[in-house]
């Protein structure tokens, strides 16, 4: 009977730790599948917010290529309508005024001299056994105003101090002249355009009111496209000279840098040449 007993609370327990580790089982695979689940829904999201986020940055370029064109459709309309007879010959002046303030740019910034450089470099010649021409070959060998001029000024060393005075104030007004080459163009241009524009508006509006004498009524919509097309070569005109002004106001701000470096380094030159008694 005892045995008996025994092997039944044998085979209960053993039953119950198989329910156990059964459900055990049961409940791992369920963690599993709710992480798996989670883990799906996680990365659907980020895909859904990843494709959106493309969808948004596209809708903005094309929102960006539209605005552009649009803008470049606009400037195209409304140099046809201004009438290309004066708006060609105002976007004529822009051109070449451009074309001169770029040329002058690229030219002032090419005759910019590190003057320092090169007094240290003449006074470290001077004191050389070739001296005078060796600080010659330095200047020759240096671009920029500065350095003609200090060429000029050593060719007449051997003269004295005063000749190399007036031969620094004379080779620098025509240095100052090179400077200043082709700003009168674009003084003229600035001038020029505002001017075609009014003209182009004035012959407008004689056109506007021929206009309103042969239909014998002062319409308002004949009146107002006629008023609008004349003032466009005005808006032109304009816009060119404000452009082109900028330009100016800088070129001219540049050379007046120049110039003043030119006055500066000179002045230095004369003073090595007393240190190092080369003049009379």
């Known amino acids: 009977m005892r045995n008996l007993l ?4 044998t085979f209960m327990m053993l039953s119950f730790s198989n329910q156990t580790f059964a459900q055990d089982d049961v409940s791992e695979e369920i ?33 960006v290529i ?21 708006m060609g010959i105002v976007l004529l002046c822009l051109i070449l005024g451009l ?22 470099d003449i006074e470290d010649a001077l004191k050389g056994k070739d001296g005078v021409n060796s600080a010659k070959e330095i200047c020759k060998s240096t671009k920029g105003p500065v350095a003609s001029i200090f060429v000029q000024g050593l060719m007449r ?14 080779y620098g007004s025509v240095e ?8 009168v163009w674009i003084s003229l241009f600035i001038s020029l355009a505002p001017m075609l524009g009014f003209m ?8 506007a009111f021929d206009a309103i004498a042969e239909a014998g009524d002062v319409s308002p919509s004949l009146v107002a496209g ?15 000279a404000v452009i082109l002004q900028l330009f100016y106001n800088y070129l001219v701000s540049k050379i007046d840098s120049l110039v003043n470096t030119m006055e500066d380094a000179s002045i230095s030159l004369v003073d090595i040449l007393v240190r190092n008694k080369l003049s009379k």
Do not use: C, P
């Open 176 to 183: 100052m002249g090179k400077l200043e080459k082709g700003m």
């Open 99 to 120: 074309a001169v303030a770029i040329e002058r740019i690229i030219t002032l910034n090419l005759a910019t001299t590190n003057t320092k450089k090169l007094l240290s």
């Open 226 to 240: 006629g008023i609008k097309i004349a003032l466009l070569t005005t808006v032109g005109g304009l816009i060119v």
């Open 157 to 170: 060393a051997s003269e004295g101090i005063e000749m190399v005075e007036k031969s620094i104030i004379s």
């Open 31 to 63: 963690d599993q599948l709710q992480e798996d689940t989670s883990s799906t829904a996680m990365m659907d999201s980020s895909s859904e917010e990843t494709s959106n986020i493309q969808i948004i940055e596209e809708e903005e370029i094309e929102e």
């Open 66 to 86: 539209e605005e552009s064109q649009s803008f470049h459709y606009a400037i195209k309309d409304q140099f046809i309508q201004g009438g290309w007879q004066f």
């Open 6 to 9: 025994t092997v039944l609370m």
């Open 200 to 207: 182009g508006t004035v012959i407008g509006m004689i056109g």
